[in-house]
Antibody, heavy 121, light 108 residues
Framework: LQLQESGPGLVKASETLSLTCTVS??????????WGWIRQPPGKGLEWIGS???????NYNPSLRSRVTVSADTSMTQFSLMLSSVTAADTAVYYC??????????????WGKGTTVTVSS | DIVLTQSPGTLSLSPGERATLSCRAS???????FAWYQQKPGQAPRLLIYGASSRATGIPDRFSGSGSGTDFTLTISRLEPEDFAVYYC?????????FGQGTKLEIK
């Protein structure tokens, strides 16, 4: 299973950031897994943005909830992130990951390589 | 939100030595929802430990996790050159994942 992020590397301030994660070697259609987005500002730590189950159930970080939408494609091989009203603080490497919730253990065990998004003024 | 505080911020050790990394939670965390990750420069994080003490697939047995409640530990029994990296702890609680700020393990 491999994940690959794609989308614009440069977004203007106040606009909407849109990224897609393509899943190869599998499908997002599984009851055991959510599919998540995590970001990492330059030189800083990791921040979970949100996750989606193929059924449509979502979890969002409360600090970003008002600006975030995570959705799943009907093909079941892609899921997406939209982050509205971006500012320079949203500049980061954005990762997609498989959010495993199996046997009462929660963890992220498969990650994309990440894509850098810069917000320009 | 549950805040995870990792210590030390930087740990300087030599290959062959034992590394002990700490992660303290601001509230009690379910061990089932606690994990450790390793991140090398320019790479995505890699899952090391889940359920506080279970090694992920392919992780060498020199890595071990322990702890419960608010105090968790990642131990690397004998450091290899490839182990020098940044380590993050993570927990899931109240429908929210949070990460610690990271511990940088550097070569002394």
């Amino acid at each position: 299973l491999q994940l690959q992020e794609s989308g614009p590397g440069l977004v203007k301030a106040s606009e909407t950031l849109s990224l897609t994660c393509t899943v190869s070697g599998g499908s997002i259609r599984s009851s055991d897994f959510y599919w998540g987005w995590i970001r990492q500002p330059p030189g800083k730590g990791l921040e979970w943005i949100g996750s989606i189950h193929y059924s449509g159930t979502t979890n969002y970080n409360p600090s970003l909830r008002s600006r975030v939408t995570v959705s799943a494609d009907t093909s079941m091989t892609q899921f997406s992130l939209m982050l509205s009203s971006v500012t320079a603080a949203d500049t980061a490497v954005y990762y997609c990951a498989r959010d495993s919730r199996v046997r009462y253990s929660y963890y992220m065990d498969v990650w994309g390589k990440g894509t850098t998004v810069t917000v320009s003024s | 939100d549950i805040v995870l505080t990792q210590s030390p911020g930087t740990l300087s050790l030599s290959p062959g030595e034992r590394a002990t990394l700490s992660c303290r939670a601001s509230q009690s965390v379910s061990s089932s929802y606690f994990a450790w990750y390793q991140q090398k420069p320019g790479q995505a994080p890699r899952l090391l430990i889940y359920g506080a003490s279970s090694r992920a697939t392919g992780i060498p047995d020199r890595f071990s996790g322990s702890g419960s409640g608010t105090d968790f530990t990642l131990t690397i029994s004998r450091l290899e050159p490839e182990d020098f990296a940044v380590y993050y702890c993570q927990q899931y609680g109240r429908s929210l994942y949070t990460f610690g700020q990271g511990t940088k393990l550097e070569i002394k």
